[in-house]
């Protein structure tokens, strides 16, 4: 089993920053690949970053040059660094994670991965 939770959403004005983070427990072989997904309000669930063990990344277009995603050696903790965050970014965060890894798009669909956390609200608003 993997536990995950995620922490560091807020309320911030267009243009700002935020750091969210995850933190994990369980197994670690079960954590393999992680990932940042969100729900805007009345919308599904859509993959923003993805990490797999070894550091590789991938990023959904409306992500990339503006998220960073990371995670630390010990592969407790992930984090999605958030920046020039826009109204449309506004929406709950999960963390999610899964032993069994494919890669590119594969990585941001949701209906790959096991285990998730409870969500953190970014609501990005002037």
């Known amino acids: 089993q993997v536990q995950l939770m995620e922490s560091g959403g807020d309320s911030v004005q267009p243009g700002g920053s935020l750091r969210l983070s995850c933190r994990a427990s369980g197994y670690t072989y079960n954590r393999k690949c992680m990932a940042w997904f969100r729900q805007a309000p009345g919308k599904g669930r859509e993959g923003v970053a993805a990490?797999?063990?070894?550091?590789?990344?991938t990023y959904a277009d409306s992500a990339k040059g503006r998220f960073t995603i990371s995670r630390d050696n010990a592969e407790d903790n992930m984090y999605l660094e958030m920046h020039a965050l826009k109204p449309e970014d506004t929406g709950v965060y999960y963390c999610?994670?899964?032993?069994?890894?494919?890669?590119?798009?594969?990585?941001?669909?949701?209906?790959?991965?096991?285990?998730w956390g409870q969500g953190t609200q970014v609501t990005v608003s002037s």
């Open positions: 990490i797999v063990r070894g550091g590789s990344t």
């Open positions: 999610a994670a899964n032993s069994l890894c494919g890669s590119g798009s594969w990585l941001l669909q949701d209906e790959h991965y096991t285990y």
